[in-house]
């Protein structure tokens, strides 16, 4: 089972004793509401009890709403989530925003609007050309000068290189400044190491523009099978020989699909997306009132098809994200509760940016 936290697998509530007893006057205001909706609505009878024991029941029910209320204002205001021991911080609204980072990755994917958060990663990842996704990359790379960061390391699909050097030309000349960066054009079957023990490897998804996802990959070392019945000393002094004494390994830690129908899942080339131990993948749309053939012709997934294909996902966690901005935070619960239970074990929802009953 993931080890995963979110709005949907809610750590327990730490609330300040200061805090309980000192609410303030919004929570005081709903709590006296609560109150007198219910004394209202309450008929008090019972033997012997009257109205004094009516009331202790009125306010009863009011204080556990009030709990009730806290706890859910607290997970609508947290910020992130937490996967497979991956903090994952990021906003992603289908249509208007999408950039996720991993902080201790050092890597963010696609940059929706040039959310702050995004600003310290020195890698990113591009999935395509949409303005959702790719239109804060001036401001990204510009405020990363602005704060004597290092030229970042940008990553696109090859077709779009030169259109996204044309466009960050055109800003160098309206805006008189360098904006320095290291454009990498990263295709399909090629491997780029971002530091000793991490590489990236895209992989194909299907949007309605040309689009592709990414899967970063831990690099550990192993000795090599024909040596593992010898010494230590025997091992130590093939080593200073010169000979190669162990196999390199990549295990898929985090893959990030962005934009894409189902088909990506289908690919028996994407196999390490659906094995990395976090999925990053999007779900556009999550109810009856738009059908599968609608999201597959507007580049999209939805809920159902995740549903299906349910026995192809080996991820230890699966975050969703990209939910059309149709639906309340309360929606993206609501379909996720209706997830086979081996998926909703692991799955968390990406839901920064929703409103909610609570906000």
């Not at 929570?27 to 009890?49: D, N, Q």
Request: charged residues 25%.
């Amino acid at each position: 089972m993931a080890t995963t936290t979110s709005l949907f697998s809610v750590a327990p509530l730490r609330l300040t004793h200061r805090r309980l007893l000192s609410p303030t006057p919004g929570a005081a205001s709903r709590f006296r509401t609560l109150a007198s909706k219910k004394a209202a609505a309450s008929t008090v009878s019972g033997p012997g009890g009257g109205a004094g024991s009516g009331l202790l029941s009125v306010l009863d029910r009011a204080l556990t709403d009030e709990e009730e209320y806290r706890r859910a204002r607290a997970q609508v205001q947290r910020k992130g989530v937490e996967a497979e021991g991956y903090a994952v911080e990021g906003i992603s609204v289908g249509g208007h925003e999408t950039c996720v980072t991993v902080p201790s990755l050092n890597v963010a994917f696609d940059i929706g609007r040039g959310p702050l958060f995004a600003v310290r990663q020195d890698h990113l990842f591009i999935t395509h050309a949409h303005l959702d996704h790719i239109g804060g990359l001036p401001m990204y790379i510009a405020t990363r000068g602005l704060y004597n960061l290092k030229p970042p390391t940008v990553f696109v699909p090859p077709c779009i290189r030169d259109d996204v050097e044309e466009m960050l030309q055109i800003h160098r000349r309206m805006s008189r400044i360098d904006l320095e960066v290291e454009l990498v054009a990263l295709d399909l079957g090629e491997t780029y190491e971002i530091r000793n023990d991490l590489v990236a490897r895209p992989f194909q998804t299907h949007h309605t523009v040309p689009s592709q996802g990414y899967v970063i990959y831990s690099v550990r070392r192993k000795l090599k099978k024909q040596y593992a019945h010898l010494k230590g000393s025997q091992i130590v002094k093939l080593k200073q020989s010169g000979s190669e004494i162990t196999d390199t390994i990549l295990y898929p830690e985090v893959a990030f699909t962005g934009d894409t129908t189902s088909d990506f899942i289908l690919d028996p080339r994407n196999a390490d997306a659906l094995r990395a131990k976090v999925l990053i993948t999007e779900a556009t749309f999550l109810d009856d009132q738009v059908d599968v053939d609608h999201a597959r012709e507007h580049g999209h997934m939805h809920l159902s098809e995740i549903m299906e294909h349910s026995q192809w996902f080996r991820n230890e966690a699966i975050i969703l994200t990209h939910f059309s901005n149709r639906y309340s935070l309360e929606d993206i619960r609501k379909a996720v509760s209706r997830l086979q239970p081996k998926l909703i074990s692991k799955v968390v929802a990406l839901t920064e940016g929703f409103k909610s009953e609570y906000s």
